[in-house]
């Protein structure tokens, strides 16, 4: 699921990844507008925002939303570096290791949480959410060859639309269609499965939430280090 890369992945695979990664992405995506009210993964949303607080003179709320956005971009920036460096030198785990470190973040940041006992602040805490979306989306958005995008809605929103449409043209395209209609598709019911057991969880288990994310994202990620290693 995390070696296989661009072309040589098979619609399966695909299907699992999204499946499984926009799950976590719309857990803790829930999980920061309960913190904050903000979407750490909604960066349209996010730019909006930043856009009406300017209009309204509202500087210092403009500056906390375009924080999540260069949060969001140096994440997936820091992803992008460290794949390619990764695919330069043949390292074939390169995926799965980003997928390592997302959740090394999530564990140190739940762990932090859980043993201190103390509130990091909302701000600080978005921050590292939506660096860690911008991880994870580029990640995913990069093996694929962007045919997978986990925290992307509006996208696939536009694509499940565009899809649905060419099921009433020939049959080539009807054939083209449906494989890319039951990806989004799955991504975006996923992504929203994922938002309400993340509400639910965070309201009755708080921060181990993000321990819980961290050890399945670890799960996913350190066997197809291992296979990746013994290839």
Not at 120 to 147: D, H, Y
Not at 177 to 202: N, R
Request: hydrophobic share 55%.
């Amino acid at each position: 699921m995390l070696i296989r890369v661009g072309e040589h992945r098979t619609s399966q695979i695909d299907l699992a990844l999204a499946g499984l990664l926009s799950s976590i992405a719309g857990a803790l995506n829930a999980v920061g507008f309960l913190i904050a009210g903000t979407f750490t993964a909604n960066m349209t949303g996010n730019i909006s925002a930043l856009a009406d607080h300017l209009g309204n003179g509202a500087v210092f709320m403009a500056l906390s939303f375009a924080g999540l956005v260069v949060a969001f971009i140096c994440g997936a920036g820091i992803a992008g570096f460290a794949i390619q460096t990764g695919e330069r030198l043949e390292l074939r785990s390169i995926y799965a290791v980003m997928i390592v470190v997302e959740a090394t973040i999530l564990l140190v940041l739940g762990g932090v949480l859980i043993v201190s006992q103390s509130e990091i602040p909302e701000t600080s805490l978005v921050l590292v959410l939506s660096f860690v979306m911008g991880l994870q989306n580029a990640v995913t958005t990069m093996i694929s060859r962007a045919r997978v995008r986990t925290t992307h809605v509006s996208g696939m929103a536009t694509d499940i639309g565009i899809e649905l449409a060419a099921l009433f043209g020939g049959k080539q395209m009807q054939q083209d269609a449906l494989p890319k209609l039951g990806l989004h598709s799955l991504t975006l019911i996923c992504f929203a499965f994922g938002g309400i057991c993340g509400a639910v969880l965070f309201g009755l288990i708080g921060h181990w939430l993000f321990v819980i994310a961290a050890v399945i994202l670890l799960l996913i990620g350190l066997p197809e280090v291992r296979r990746a290693h013994h290839m």
